[in-house]
């Protein structure tokens, strides 16, 4: 970090000052979040959480995250498309995770029809951290790759002027040129709008599928806005609409409330408690069987669970996918973490044993998306001792905890007392592709995401309340 930040860090008048401009100027770039918690209650707009000021990130590693998304993307399409795998793969979590088995139900049964739709559209984004060991310098390594409702592309286009405006107002106007120009919005919106033009059909729709809440409303409205700049028709609809007004005819196109729909674009249906009813399941499966383009399929979705992850780091599997690009596999598996299979066997007693001896080590993953699901420290040994010896460990995957170095921010949130916080972040760079038939017609990196939260919190992201958004600081 600077000194002329550090310095500015430390300066108690200036930072109430700037506490005030923050909370205005990230209103007036649009840097929003809605506080309405249920259906009924009063709707209220604020800024979303964000630091006070950008956060140093080295530049190479920055530029690393970037440079490795587009194989990032061709791999979960190629592992998306290898039922095989897939299958070998997802044996052992489908016994004993409900959720991961009634989605790996509906594609079985989408593979059995045959699906005529040959475009592929993924939207992703995948997320890290920079770990940091004594004597070793510091590397780049991989929590997770989100392949469905990677959120905040839209907001993260908003931020950076926020924060080149803070560092004005602090006097430090060279580190302004540090913070890069960033749009995810529109990048994503291209490649939602390739999809889209290679479905033929003018009068077809963007369908946004979405909760009844949606406190990140203003996150999708950015994406939403630039379809429409395009003049794609967009529409937001629940589970329940498609239940309610959802049908396939004969060529199996989907339409609701008789529209067509050209692509359903998955910001729910990450989580268990998003399928409130059966209903919900056979609203998916109708999606799922229709010609309408899915961001995710349902395939893309299951190649972004935790049990995938851990088996494309096993020496040899990433060669699989790339048999003869040895510099791609090269540049993917740097970015591995330690990964370590649960599964029963030699094997998964290796890592049970390896995590309860140093448990302070490690990080238990179960098959979740969202955030705020992960185990740590003395709750690991909880776990896996009361699950020692049953199949249902194998619903976790062991990975190796990320060692960063704190940074010290504030985080400024509203209702919330500004104070120093040491601080831990989170990378992400987002990518977008689309395939067609056999041939890749767009795969791009379209923009990054940093994510930072107080040291005293393990897990959690910006929707759950305890990470808040950022940019980084090239050093």
């Known amino acids: 970090m600077s000194v002329k930040l550090e310095d500015v860090l430390k300066d108690e008048n200036l930072i109430k000052n700037i506490e005030e401009i923050a909370k205005d100027t990230a209103l007036l770039h649009g840097v929003l979040m809605r506080t309405k918690e249920t259906p009924n209650s009063p709707e209220v707009v604020s800024y979303a959480p964000i630091t006070l000021f950008p956060t140093p ?12 998304q587009t194989h990032f993307n061709r791999l979960v399409d190629r592992v998306s498309q290898d039922p095989t795998f897939l299958e070998e793969t997802l044996a ?9 088995a009634r989605l790996f139900s ?35 390594k991989q929590i997770e790759i989100n392949t469905i409702a990677a959120s905040f592309g839209g907001l993260a286009s908003r931020t950076p002027d926020v924060h080149r405006h803070i560092l004005k107002v602090a006097n430090l106007p060279e580190e302004c040129d540090r913070v890069l120009d960033n749009n995810p919005a529109a990048g994503l919106a291209r490649g939602l709008a390739k ?37 794609i028709p967009v529409i937001r609809r629940q589970f329940e609409d498609v239940c309610r007004t959802g049908s396939l005819d004969q060529s199996k196109r989907l339409f609701v409330d008789g529209r067509e729909i050209a692509i359903v674009y998955f910001r ?24 309408a383009v899915k961001c995710p399929d349902i395939s893309t979705h299951l190649a972004g669970t935790k049990k995938v992850q851990q088996e494309l780091a096993r020496p040899g599997v990433l060669e699989r996918f790339f048999p003869d690009e040895p510099e791609t596999v ?21 890592t049970v044993a390896m995590a309860l001896a140093n448990p302070d080590q490690y990080v238990l993953k179960p098959q979740r998306e969202g955030g705020g699901n992960n185990i740590y420290g003395s709750e690991i040994c909880e776990v896996l001792k009361n699950l020692k010896n049953s199949s249902e460990r194998t619903a976790y995957i062991l990975m190796d905890k990320i060692q960063p170095v704190p940074v010290q921010n504030y985080l400024l949130r509203p209702g919330a007392p500004l104070r120093p916080n040491s601080c831990l972040s989170e990378l992400g760079a987002f990518g977008a592709y ?9 795969n791009e990196c379209v923009g990054h995401l940093l994510r ?24």
């Open 57 to 68: 990130v080295p530049t190479a590693l920055f530029h690393q995250a970037l440079a490795v």
């Open 92 to 100: 052992s979590t489908i016994k004993v995770d409900d959720f991961t």
């Open 106 to 140: 509906i594609y079985k049964q989408v593979q059995q029809e045959h699906l005529p739709q040959s475009i592929v559209l993924g939207l992703n984004r995948s997320d890290y951290m920079l770990d940091h060991r004594p004597g070793g310098g510091t590397s780049l």
């Open 195 to 231: 999809a889209w033009q290679l479905y033929g059909s003018e009068r077809a729709v963007v369908m946004f599928l979405v909760e009844e809440v949606q406190r990140n409303i203003y996150d999708h409205r950015y994406v939403e806005n630039e379809l429409w700049k395009r003049n």
């Open 268 to 291: 729910n249906g990450y989580m268990p408690q998003n399928y409130t009813s059966e209903r919900s399941w056979e609203a998916r499966l109708m999606m799922e069987r229709s010609l």
């Open 330 to 350: 090269a540049q993917i598996r740097a970015t591995f973490a330690g990964l370590y299979t649960l599964d029963m066997g030699e094997d998964g007693d290796k």
């Open 434 to 442: 689309v395939r067609k038939g056999k041939d890749m017609v767009f």
């Open 452 to 475: 930072t939260k107080s040291s005293e919190h393990a897990d959690g992201g910006v929707a759950a309340g305890v990470a808040v958004l950022d940019n980084p600081l090239l050093v």
